[in-house]
């Protein structure tokens, strides 16, 4: 569920190239602010398997995501892999975020976009040329 509830957040995992080894599959997804009685978890095998074959979930996460830089960083959330975590152990996380343009930083300035929420669209140079407001 999505927004206002009525999308879905789908991940689509195409059964041959699963191994016979561990392996991790994810979706992101965003809820309304109160997340209704209903809302429920589906898991579908829309292929039939071999009655040779078996599938096995470890494990289902599904936690708040957090902003460990702030308002104007991403959102992450840190879960097990194939080795447990322990005591100690640390990750490094390369992160790349622009919020280039002049429109996008006087958006926030003005309005507070960044902690709302709120980004324009970008790509690899500002979609919203700085001269409307320049």
Same mark, same amino acid.
């Not at 879960?79 to 926030?108: F, H, P, S, Y």
């Given at each position: %569920? ?5 999308? !879905? ?7 041959? $190239? ?17 997340v209704p009685a ?5 898991i579908k095998i829309?292929? &039939?398997?071999?009655?040779?074959? !078996? @599938?096995?979930?470890?494990?289902? =996460?599904? $936690?708040? %995501?957090?902003?460990? #830089? ?5 959102? =992450? &959330?840190?879960?097990?892999?194939a080795t447990d ?6 990750? $490094?996380? &390369? @992160? ?5 343009? #002049?429109?996008?930083? %006087? #958006? !926030?300035? @003005? ?5 709302? !929420? ?8 500002? =979609?919203?040329?700085?001269?409307? @407001?320049?």
């Amino acid at each position: %569920m999505i927004g206002n509830g009525t999308e !879905d957040a789908t991940v689509t995992v195409s059964l041959p $190239t699963i191994s016979s080894s561990w392996s991790y599959h994810s979706v992101v997804f965003a809820t309304p602010a109160d997340v209704p009685a209903t809302a429920k978890l589906t898991i579908k095998i829309k292929t &039939a398997l071999p009655n040779t074959e !078996d @599938i096995y979930i470890d494990a289902i =996460v599904v $936690t708040e %995501m957090y902003r460990p #830089l702030g308002t104007y960083g991403p959102y =992450v &959330a840190a879960v097990a892999g194939a080795t447990d975590w322990v005591v100690g152990d640390k990750a $490094t996380v &390369a @992160i790349t975020q622009t919020n280039e343009g #002049l429109v996008q930083r %006087m #958006l !926030d300035r @003005i309005h507070g976009a960044f902690e709302l !929420d709120l980004q324009m669209p970008s790509s690899g140079s500002p =979609v919203i040329a700085d001269s409307v @407001i320049a």
